[in-house]
Nanobody, 115 residues
């Protein structure tokens, strides 16, 4: 069974940085894309960053220039480097994987940015 496990969330002051990690485990024979989403209280879940198997990336306008998605294929791990964090980045961040032609989600990791 495929699992995604996030780590790296926490409390940081505005202007600071955090790096989130998402490790995939299980029998994975196909990976089309990995992505990060976030959901703030009272808001819908939104795409933050996505990377395809070919390496193409796209970002939400609100994080362009501040966040970077990357991947370690050997470890089947995707990262989200977040810099210049703002209070409005506060949310639960979820890892998403299009793996084995199915959609998988991690359990989420809380990121809180204080002003």
């Amino acid at each position: 069974q495929v699992q995604l496990v996030e780590s790296g969330g926490g409390l940081v002051q505005a202007g600071g940085s955090l790096r989130l990690s998402c490790a995939a485990s299980g029998s994975i024979f196909s990976m089309r894309a990995m992505a990060w989403y976030r959901q703030a209280p009272g808001k819908a879940r939104e795409l933050v960053a996505r990377m395809t198997n070919g390496g193409s990336t796209n970002y939400a306008d609100s994080v362009k220039g501040r966040f970077t998605i990357s991947r370690d294929n050997a470890k089947i791990t995707v990262y989200l480097q977040m810099s210049s964090l703002k209070p409005e980045d506060t949310a639960v961040y979820y890892c998403n994987g299009d793996l084995n032609l199915q959609d998988y989600w991690g359990q989420g990791t809380q990121v809180t940015v204080s002003s």
